[in-house]
């Protein structure tokens, strides 16, 4: 837990860092994050603790979570919506 805690803080601190802080930036939203969660084989009972953890710490540093497991979410089109691609314990995902 320590290791992806400390993963996702250096990801947010990349994320803030990356940002432009002029007078004109008028969106709050640092960044909109797709959260992919797809499994073929072990299913770690985390995933769900996970998603709600990282919403819940999502308000607290202006960052929005969607979680999926479609594949089909990846396409150009979609992924442009989002600043950052997570994946949260997948496995076995070699389709």
């Known amino acids: 837990m ?3 805690t400390v ?4 990801a947010l601190g990349g ?3 990356a ?4 007078a004109d930036y008028k969106n709050p939203l640092l960044a909109k994050v797709l959260l992919y969660t797809y499994t073929n084989g072990f299913r770690h009972d985390s995933i769900p603790v996970a998603i709600d953890q990282l919403k819940a710490w999502g308000p607290y540093y202006n960052i929005s979570f969607d979680a999926t497991e479609d594949q089909k979410m990846f396409t150009e089109d979609n992924l442009a919506k989002y600043d950052a ?3 949260v314990h997948t496995t076995e995902n070699s389709e």
């Open 85 to 87: 691609l997570m994946f």
């Open 15 to 17: 994320l803030v860092a």
């Open 7 to 10: 993963s996702f803080l250096l």
């Open 2 to 4: 320590m290791k992806s």
């Open 19 to 22: 940002q432009d802080f002029s």
